[in-house]
């Protein structure tokens, strides 16, 4: 009898572990889609990081978002000429009948502008205050919205699991949602990296500079160490500042009026700007 006691708990005992390794496999699972996704987010920090073809780098963003507003209009003119003029500047901005009159050539004008216009930008700020500020910028932009993706995730795979009662795997759904959330977040990335950049006034970078370079910076807002953590604080760009606005320049020391011009530059009032984030 006792042997028939001590066979049934050793069943019961590797059915136990049996079930334990499945759910630690399907967490690995689950962990490398989120492994993928965030080696690729790391490649693009660490091209920032490098320094090296800063511009090369900004160009391809630039006409990868010029492609992909074209290609979304599907030949509406004026969709088109809303989406363009949300990066272009003002000045700069594709007209609407521009657009009917150019057809299939819109997206080689709007990028040939946008070259000359960047260009430009880089001469009037000298080319090493202005590859430091796209550096700013750019990592702001990227680690801003990777945590806003990183929680949007959590929450998703927290949902994922309702869809099992339906008979679907919830393995299956969060990979087929987990990837079309990351392009998303990945155009989100270029759209607001393009628009900040050409919302940069060489007048006013050099004072922005000036104040960034005042503060202390700690080492996690320049590597990747501590941009998957969503609640303490560690990485600056965690204000959270308005979709479409410039990444911050400033240092959180600096004293600046509530009703004077923004440093960002982006001809606001502070406390309608980066002040209404603090």
Wanted: net charge negative.
């Amino acid at each position: 009898e006792s042997g028939m006691v001590t066979k049934a708990i050793e069943q019961a005992q590797q059915k136990v572990e049996g079930h334990n390794f499945d759910i630690r496999k399907r967490l690995v699972e689950f962990d490398d889609v989120m492994n993928e996704q965030r080696t690729i987010i790391y490649e693009e920090r660490n091209k920032v990081l490098e320094g090296t073809n800063i511009s090369e780098n900004v160009l391809t963003f630039i006409t990868k978002e010029v492609d992909a507003i074209v290609s979304r209009g599907s030949g509406n003119s004026e969709h088109i000429h809303a989406q363009l003029h949300e990066v272009m500047p003002e000045e700069d901005a594709l007209e609407i009948t521009e657009i009917d009159d150019l057809g299939a050539s819109a997206a080689d004008e709007a990028l040939n502008r946008l070259e000359d216009k960047y260009e430009k930008l880089s001469q009037q700020a000298g080319g090493e205050l202005f590859n430091s500020i796209q550096n700013w910028l750019i990592l702001d932009v990227i680690d801003y919205h990777w945590q806003q993706h990183l929680t949007a995730m959590d929450e998703m795979r927290q949902s994922v699991g309702l869809q099992a009662y339906a008979q679907v795997d919830p393995l299956v759904a969060f990979k087929r949602e987990g990837f079309d959330m990351f392009q998303q977040l990945q155009g989100n990335i270029q759209h607001q990296i393009v628009q900040s950049i050409f919302r940069i006034q060489p007048g006013k970078m050099r004072e922005a500079a000036q104040i960034r370079q005042s503060q202390p910076v700690q080492q996690t807002t320049r590597t990747n160490r501590g941009i998957d953590q969503t609640t303490n604080g560690s990485v600056a760009i965690k204000q959270k500042a308005k979709e479409g606005e410039p990444a911050s320049l400033i240092g959180k020391k600096q004293k600046v009026g509530r009703n004077d011009p923004c440093p960002c530059g982006s001809n606001k009032k502070f406390k309608k700007c980066h002040g209404s984030v603090q």
